[in-house]
């Protein structure tokens, strides 16, 4: 498949609110997507916003959230995605969940890089491998938040077509943001989406959105956003492959293979 929908949903979170969350997105999905689409890319925590409170926001993989995003996968015909907390036995991770009920498939990430600074590090367990999803012909690598500053470990070394990074980005590091996703779509030749989430958060951090897509040139593919929408844009995997091969600049990458002396 050459060509990939690809919907970014930024909207506000209301705090520590599941149900409310989940209902809210069902709304705002029936009255603001106006076509098909391949794929639907929710924020960060989107259940619950950034909390470090677990043991009330945690779900778990049978429970409502990923019942609802199979739902909505099978409703929409399309995959569904997004970060929420997750509990498996003693451990909490801030997992990035991939449904896609067409083809039954329910695939996760779990974040590398914990934030400290929001002592994040105390309250979930650190993810230690990648996700490569493969559909429709794409390879799609979903990343979270805090990994966005890591080059290293968003380099490229699986050949993905498409990077995903879901996000609670506040505003006071909006530079940040905007500056570091074209890099990584630059460095990496790959498509890169951005999902952040707007509003004010419970412990009174704002948020200003500024989804995005970005191409294998790290070109804006939509105006920055500071309201809630849903953003739809169709990739190329075409035009991506010819750029790749008129500009071979992976084949020259490191690797970052270390061996300890």
Not at 173 to 181: E, F, H, K, Y
Request: include cysteine; hydrophobic fraction near 40%.
């Amino acid at each position: 498949m050459s060509n990939l929908r690809v919907s970014l949903l930024q909207s506000e979170i209301q705090w520590e609110k599941r149900k409310a969350n989940l209902d809210f997105y069902s709304n705002f999905i029936n009255n603001n997507l106006k076509e098909p689409t391949d794929i639907i890319i929710l924020p960060e925590m989107f259940t619950s916003g950034f909390t470090m409170n677990v043991k009330q926001c945690h779900d778990s993989m049978g429970g409502e959230t990923i019942q609802w995003m199979r739902q909505m996968s099978s409703q929409y015909h399309t995959a569904i995605c997004g970060s929420v907390i997750i509990k498996e036995e003693e451990f909490y991770y801030n997992r990035f969940l991939w449904v896609d009920a067409m083809q039954n498939h329910v695939l996760i990430y779990d974040k590398k890089h914990l934030f400290c600074l929001a002592q994040e590090d105390h309250f979930y367990k650190a993810g230690n491998e990648k996700l490569l999803i493969e559909y429709k012909g794409w390879k799609i690598a979903p990343y979270i938040c805090y990994d966005l500053r890591f080059p290293v470990w968003m380099r490229n070394v699986e050949q993905a077509d498409l990077q995903i990074v879901v996000a609670n980005f506040p505003a006071k590091r909006r530079t940040a943001w905007n500056g570091l996703l074209p890099a990584r779509a630059i460095e990496n030749q790959c498509y890169l989406a951005g999902v952040n989430r707007i509003g004010v958060d419970g412990i009174g951090i704002e948020y200003t959105g500024d989804s995005n897509l970005y191409n294998y040139e790290g070109e804006a593919l939509f105006a920055n956003q500071s309201e809630a929408t849903i953003q739809t844009a169709t990739l190329d995997k075409n035009k991506l492959d010819i750029y790749r091969r008129a500009y071979p600049f992976l084949k020259d990458r490191d690797l970052f293979r270390f061996t300890d002396n």
